[in-house]
């Protein structure tokens, strides 16, 4: 989540301008994934906190309990969780906009890196897959990468300590999560490899998984100006994977019977059509879920008034307008090439005059009528 996306979901959240009615004094824990890519020394992984809300106690011992928490979940994995030096500031993230609004939530942002980005090429134009694991460039389906196996490592760490602090006095079975391997390396080959893979094509409709089966390079991830209409690819499929992951999956044969069934009044819940795993022409599922999306658009732009544009609350950026150049090029003769191609114009022009000049004066005896004879 960039910068303009979070000042809008605390905007909302700060005036309940959303159907869930929520607001930041719900929000009892705060944890963000960044770049967990590239882990070193194993699968150390780093739990940042911001130093200045650290000051209050209470926030400093519940943002402790969370580091516990991640802790006690990595046993009997791979992963290490260990936190920076305490006056060390929060690396750049959501939580910053977060507590810049209500400073007293404890949370933390975990990443790969300590204090300088692991990943040398973040938001670069090599920013590839195949710089973060190699064994992506020739990856098939059904290869299981070791970057695959970290991180499902580190979703088993951040579920276990996520279901501890839901559960603080009955959390003994905790240990019994495990992220699926299978999930995880299907998400990675189709997200860094090849959008064409079955776990896209079953999370889709079958118009869309027809589209599917031309899409040979991964999804851009660029992230332009919002244009009030158009929603990439990257952003529908993850809707449609939450929705598939958290929510209801019924059988139907159509879209249409799937979406007759939202009422008009219902804000919380949304209804998607997909060909589901089974693939079947005859039926396919519909999922039931309140996985949703909104535009991700800075509030600055939402309350167009000068005030807000000539604001620092809200942030407001530009791009550069990309439209194509084109150019001409027009090769110039030799001064010989010249020199004859002049030549053989006159020449011609000289014969054709001389031509004409005859024809014309010769024309009686040249073009004789045909006579009729009775």
């Not at 060390?88 to 939580?95: D, E, G, N």
């Not at 008009?264 to 998607?272: A, H, Q, R, V």
Request: include cysteine.
């Amino acid at each position: 989540m960039n910068f303009p996306p979070s000042c809008t979901i605390v905007r909302k959240k700060a005036d309940r301008e959303q159907p869930a009615l929520m607001n930041l004094t719900h929000i009892s824990h705060y944890v963000e994934l960044k770049q967990l890519g590239l882990t070193t020394n194993g699968n150390t992984v780093w739990a940042h906190s911001d130093p200045v809300s650290q000051e209050n106690p209470d926030t400093k011992n519940w943002t402790q309990q969370i580091v516990d928490a991640l802790i006690s979940g990595s046993s009997g994995s791979s992963v290490s969780v260990l936190r920076p030096l305490s006056d060390q500031s929060l690396p750049p993230a959501s939580f910053q906009r977060f507590l810049r609004e209500k400073r007293d939530i404890p949370g933390i942002v975990l990443t790969d890196h300590e204090k300088a980005y692991s990943n040398k090429y973040y938001n670069s134009r090599f920013d590839v897959p195949v710089f973060v694991d190699p064994a992506y460039e020739d990856a098939s389906e059904n290869t299981t990468t070791q970057l695959a196996e970290d991180l499902r490592d580190v979703a088993t760490t951040v579920a276990r300590a996520l279901y501890r602090l839901a559960r603080p006095h009955n959390n003994f079975d905790s240990n019994n999560i495990v992220a699926d391997l299978k999930m995880v390396n299907d998400l990675l080959y189709c997200f860094l490899a090849s959008p064409n893979c079955t776990l896209f094509k079953s999370v889709a409709s079958p118009d869309e998984a027809q589209s599917l089966s031309y899409q040979n390079t991964p999804y851009s991830n660029y992230v332009g100006v919002y244009d009030g209409y158009s929603v990439s690819a990257t952003t529908a499929i993850v809707r449609r994977l939450l929705a598939y992951y958290t929510g209801e999956a019924t059988p139907t044969k159509s879209e249409k019977e799937c979406t007759k069934q939202k009422s008009k009044n219902d804000e919380i819940f949304t209804y998607s059509f997909i060909q589901g795993p089974e693939m079947n022409e005859t039926y396919g599922l519909c999922v039931k879920s309140i996985a949703n999306s909104s535009p991700a658009q800075s509030p600055a732009f939402t309350n167009s008034t000068k005030e807000s544009w000539s604001s620092t609350e809200y942030s407001t950026w530009t791009e550069s307008r990309w439209s194509s150049y084109s150019a001409r090029i027009f090769l110039k003769p030799s001064t010989g090439q010249e020199s004859i191609i002049f030549s053989l114009g006159m020449i011609v022009l000289i014969v054709s005059l001389t031509t004409s000049y005859f024809l014309n004066a010769r024309a009686g005896v040249l073009f004789v009528p045909n006579r009729t004879s009775y």
